[in-house]
């Protein structure tokens, strides 16, 4: 249940385009490679594509491309998970700072074990952020027998290098042996919920598959008691971008006294962007909609107010969505 692992000098990645019908792995050995491979979606969810431009940055340096060119390239793959751009400056910063990086075979193995480290401290934080959720979770498991969560999209081990951010809570709950049923949200158009629907199958957690717009009504009906979803940008006053849907979520969530968290790692927290007016939605094909000759807007993301966010589980602990402050590198 590792998304991303380094292989002879290449990185090998779960081919996410062909799940859950196949389990097929592809062998990344150039930046061209990493970068289709963000892409066209074959890793996505914003830690994954932090962790694979890391990657991407050291294949592209023993191949002897520029790093200019290198990070230009990684930089243009998609535009809103703050992660990406996270983890190309930190590629970036440790690469100039360092005397070893004047030495070609030095600057080498310098981003090999830098993306090594990014790699392994996504998963500490998603492992991290999984036991706060817990800390959620238990009060609500002493009131109701199995606690009815929602999410949306897949933001589990898929999206990361290991546990997810979302999803790691509802595992840690599984694991600590609280009942948990979740409701799973398809996810238009990408249909990312199936990921979501497979992952939780593998580790037995019960789950129910429902179309995007059935949400409201099961909150409604009162048959949600939280909705936890991550994030792929978080603004520096709290607004967040997660994908596209997610805001109707926290809208109805709001209406009905249901709390909505966003789980997520402080990677993903943009403190330079002031807020979720200046994050940049990524707006993809229309054929993706799926619908012919009609003309179709398609974009991937949106933005939840930090209004309806009761809070951001993090791996530093659940922060209020307007204090982010608190937990700034
Ligand atoms: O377009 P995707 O599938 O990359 O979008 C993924 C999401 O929106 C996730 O919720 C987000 O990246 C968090 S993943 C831990």
């Known amino acids: ?31 061209a490679d990493a970068a289709h491979a963000i892409r066209v979606m074959q890793v996505r969810g914003a830690p994954l594509i932090g962790a694979t431009a890391a990657y ?22 998609r535009p809103t998970a703050v992660n990406l751009h996270w983890a190309l400056d930190r590629m970036e910063r440790v690469l100039q700072k360092s005397s070893l990086a004047s030495v070609a075979k030095e600057r080498r ?19 991290a952020i999984g036991q706060h959720g817990l800390a959620i979770l238990r009060p609500l498991a002493e009131q109701k027998k199995p606690i009815q969560l929602m999410t949306h999209c897949n933001a589990g081990w898929l999206a990361t290098v290991a546990h997810g951010t979302a999803l790691a809570p509802i595992y840690a709950a599984q694991t600590a042996g609280l009942a948990v049923h979740v409701w799973v949200s ?35 009906q009162g048959k949600v008691d939280a909705v936890i979803v991550g994030a792929d940008r978080i603004a520096a006053n709290g607004d967040t971008a997660n994908k596209v849907g997610t805001y109707l979520k926290a809208l109805a969530a709001k209406a009905h006294g249901v709390p909505f968290y966003v789980a997520a790692p402080i990677s993903t927290i943009d ?39 009761a809070g951001i589980i993090t791996e530093r602990g659940v922060v209020a969505a307007d204090n982010l402050a608190s937990v700034m590198p």
């Open 271 to 309: 403190f330079a962007c002031p807020d979720g007016a200046h994050i940049p939605i990524e707006e993809r094909a229309a054929e993706e909609v799926g619908v012919g000759a009609t003309a179709a807007a398609n974009p991937a993301f949106d933005v939840t107010p930090v209004n309806l966010i």
């Open 56 to 77: 991407g940055v050291a294949l592209g340096l023993a191949e002897g491309i520029l790093l200019e060119t290198i990070l230009a390239t990684l930089g243009a793959t």
């Open 186 to 220: 398809e996810t238009r158009p990408r249909n990312q919920g199936l990921l979501t629907a497979w992952e939780l199958a593998q580790a037995g957690v019960p789950h129910t598959f429902i179309v995007d717009n059935a949400a409201g009504l099961l909150m409604m």
């Open 109 to 127: 193995e310098l981003a090999w074990s830098e993306a090594r480290a990014i790699a392994h401290e996504d998963a500490a934080a998603n492992a």
């Open 1 to 31: 249940m590792q998304t991303i692992a380094e292989d002879d000098g290449a990185v090998v990645i779960l081919d996410q385009t062909r799940l859950p019908q196949e389990t097929a792995f592809v062998r990344l050995a150039t930046l």
